[in-house]
């Protein structure tokens, strides 16, 4: 059996640490996946340029919907966690069984949807003649597995919420490992190319969705999924707690668009495609940061969801000083890594000096702030985690349309470089607005839980 971590009564060092690194990590192995899936692709025999290419076309689409796992999986766990937190299983158990039912509403109407409408989405989103047969057969099968992609990172969330870190982890890690295993039998082996990369992460995902289906329909969670107590009331509280990490997943997609047409724009033909090949490569890179930071802010949350339910709020308090500890301690290293060694990384990609030499630029340009960048994701999270989802919708809004902004205004100034400033530009004003916005919210916040009656449910 699992251990279980105690969010009420244990040390809160040891529950940060123990929620953290299993989350940190699986974000990490996934990072690492999509790495060596791209170089799998990249080396198909004499179509390997125009393979990639074309599952590089699919990237926003894939991006896009995995984010509405977010939306319903970050939007309920917190739910769960603080009625947990109130000793409240039957409601806990009624918002699971809706966070399903949506999941799988959401899941099978985005396929259809997007399996519809793929060729013009394709072809909006780049596709070039020659690409498109790739992107189409890549795109294709992926959307046919979509449900189990959705269900299995949307249902995940509700395994780490109740303390079951290290199963939830497992999870991701079993998807992870079986892709990178199966992805050459059924590119090379079965000489499937595209196909069979897109067959392979379909498999990966629907083991992963079993797996997690599997355990919280057994006996060893406290509150398991089951089929009953639906309600549109719930659902709208889950949608409205989710609309942030939604918003920062969905408009990724976005932005790289967005990106690339400025890059190509005022890279002009000489010089446009090879800061695109550098900004794939510094966003591929800036992953391995955001991913595992976006691992410790949201495996953590059940910390503060579950306490806040429960009334501690010296327990809260101290949770968000470590949480933030263990983020600035990680981007520090980071930072010291990408100022220093970044080359190691992009030779991965590219072996071109011109390509390399912009790469390496690009990485040390991009993650000049990413120290405040820390206080932006875990306070975000943070507040996401308390339900003041007005707030971390506003903070999460407000980063990334400064981002367009500064991706679409500086190279009007200082040319096609000037975009990659944006990134540090944005983080270092956010942080210290998210810092401050926070800092006004959480005391008053605090104050007022401690004021209500026992008894009284959150958000009911």
Known sequence: MPKVNNLGTDSIGRLVLRLAIPSMLAQFVN??????????????????????????????????????????????????????????????EEILANCFLLLTALAVFLSTIFLFLKRPILLTFGASSDSFPYAD?????????????????????????????????????IGAILNIVLDPVFIFFFNMGVSGAAIATVLSQMV???????????????????????????????????????????SDSVIIIILNTVLQRYGGPQMGDRYIACATIVLSYFQLITMPLGGITGGTQPILSFNYG??????????????????????????????LVPEFFVRIFSQDPDVVNLSVWGIRIFTLAVIPLAFQYELVDGLTALGIAKAAISLSLNRKLMFVAFTVLLPAFFGASGAFYAEPL???????????????LIGRLLRAREEMPDGQALYS
């Open 31 to 92: 990072v690492l996946y999509g790495i060596v899936d791209r170089m799998y692709i990249g080396n198909i025999p004499e179509i390997g340029d125009l393979a990639l290419a074309g599952v590089g076309v699919c990237g926003p689409i894939v991006t896009l919907i995995s984010s509405f796992s977010f939306l319903i999986g970050i939007g309920g766990a917190p739910l769960i966690a603080m009625r947990m937190g109130e000793g409240n299983k039957k409601n806990a």
């Open 137 to 173: 057969k890549y795109i294709t099968i992926y959307l046919i597995g979509a449900v189990f992609a959705i269900l299995s990172v949307g249902l995940n969330q509700f395994i780490t919420c109740q303390g079951f870190s290290t199963v939830a982890m497992c999870s991701v890690l």
């Open 208 to 250: 992963s969705f079993f797996f997690v289906f599997s355990f919280l329909r057994g006996k060893r969670v406290p509150i398991r999924l089951s089929f009953h107590g639906y309600s549109r009331k719930i659902m709208r509280r889950v949608l409205l707690f989710g609309l942030s990490p939604f918003i920062i997943n969905a």
């Open 310 to 339: 429960a009334k501690n709020t010296a327990r809260i308090k101290e949770a968000f000083k470590k949480i933030l500890a263990l983020c600035v301690v990680f981007v520090t290293i980071m930072l010291v890594i990408s100022q």
């Open 426 to 440: 944005c983080d270092a004003i956010c942080g210290v607005i998210t810092t401050v916005v926070f800092l006004l």
